[in-house]
């Protein structure tokens, strides 16, 4: 069985705000900001039980952290932050975001895309599945994926992280 190539699941956690003081209450050094996503990444996991394991359950398939990930840290970004990264594919076979935002501080989100000349939503997975959607390397599809729709929780290919607390 294939794995959904996007999944929007409301209402994830029981008690979400319980998350989200817990999420808040992790540091943050903004002196630390680094890479191409606004805002500042906590300095540590927020553990949340039976998280990897609910989320294997709902794809069909066991997802772990991958090794030098930032899978279960939270970031925390603020009103008028901009990230400098565009089109991206995140280098692992799944990816997810747990949003913490209250709605009243929710602002944007993530957009998920659909390469315009293959149709693709996913990328493939292997070498010889990217060959034969005409490319050498999958960092040549960036080029062509256009908006497709925009939400949260698990999508498609890439690495299974968290983006958590967000404030205005």
């Known amino acids: 069985m294939p794995l959904p190539s996007f999944m929007m699941v409301d209402d994830f956690l029981s008690d979400p705000q319980r998350a989200r003081r817990s999420a808040l209450a992790l540091n943050y050094d903004r002196a ?14 927020l553990p949340i039980a039976g998280f990897d394991q609910s989320v294997s359950q709902l794809i069909g398939m066991p997802v772990r952290a991958a090794s030098g990930t930032v899978h279960g840290q939270c970031r925390i ?8 990264s565009g089109v991206h594919i995140d280098p692992a076979f799944y990816s997810g975001i747990l949003y913490l935002s209250r709605p ?12 315009r000349r293959t149709g693709l939503d996913r990328v493939p997975d ?19 994926w256009s908006m497709r729709t925009r939400s949260s929780l698990p999508s498609g290919s890439g690495r299974s992280r968290r983006r958590c607390a967000s404030t205005a």
């Open 77 to 84: 970004t603020f009103r008028n932050e901009k990230g400098l």
């Open 126 to 144: 292997d070498p010889l599945a990217i060959a034969r959607a005409g490319y050498g390397d999958i960092n040549e599809l960036i080029e062509g």
């Open 32 to 45: 630390k900001k680094d890479g191409n996503y606004p805002g500042v990444l906590s300095d540590r996991p």
């Open 104 to 115: 009243e501080d929710c602002r944007g989100g993530t957009d998920f895309y659909r390469h």
